[in-house]
């Protein structure tokens, strides 16, 4: 008796059809031949130019370049906060988390983080609550009353990053989040970030001028050129956010897309 796999297969063929394929991920983000330009007094700057690349659901793609070949600006533009002039965007739901931390200096921890779900409508008791079960995954337990002057810089960003998640947006656009971090402090947010991501897959845009940031908490990186900004490669990255900064995986990876920075600068 056949077994009930070779079955199926031959009633398929039977019928002349075949087996269907695996099915990629829908896109979460596409971009096609997306243009952006601004206008300076009489002068037209083109910050991108023919940008094309889609984000499959659940993917961080972190895109490296140069300073001023329009990273923020895609961002912006995946966030619905300008238009392009030129190409196509398609997006699901996206918010931005830019490189300043951008918290209320008057409100405390919990009330900034529960800031997108008392701006949706829910009373700030509710807000608060739902904001503080998250704080002791995020290394911010009984931190929930603390002021920002209070927090230190990688505990800033962590609330600017729970003020993130809570939005509830599909997307995350991530500027340079660490940025403005010490050394230190950075590696110890890449990490936690990475174990974040682990624990809870989101579809994200990472933009960081950071190589190795790039290759330590991306699944592929796409490497813009010089102003305007056009996409020069897309890097698979192996075994996402598993990699040691001195694996030589990242080691190799980092140096290719290094190589086409380069290249794209000649």
Known sequence: MPAKGAKVQTELQSRNESPPAARDPPAAVRLDGVARSYREGTRVLQALADVSFSVPQGEVLAVVGPSGCGKSTLLELVCGLQAPDDGRLDSAPAVLMPQSDLLLPWLSAADNAALPLRIAGIPRREARERAGAVFAQLGLERFEDAYPRELSGGMRQRVAFLRTLLSGKPVLCLDEPF????????????????????????????????????????????????????????????????????????????????????????
Request: aromatic share 2%; proline share 6%.
């Open 179 to 266: 940025g403005a971090l010490d050394a230190i402090t950075r590696a110890e947010m890449q990490q936690w970030l990475a174990e974040a991501l682990r624990r809870e897959p989101r579809t994200v845009l990472l933009v960081t001028h950071d190589v190795e940031e790039a290759v330590l908490l991306g699944d592929r990186l796409a490497v813009l050129s010089t102003r305007p900004g056009r996409v020069l490669a897309t890097l698979d990255v192996p075994h996402p956010r598993r990699l040691a900064r001195l694996d030589p995986a990242v080691i190799a990876l980092r140096e290719r897309a290094l190589e086409v920075l380069a290249e794209g600068r000649a």
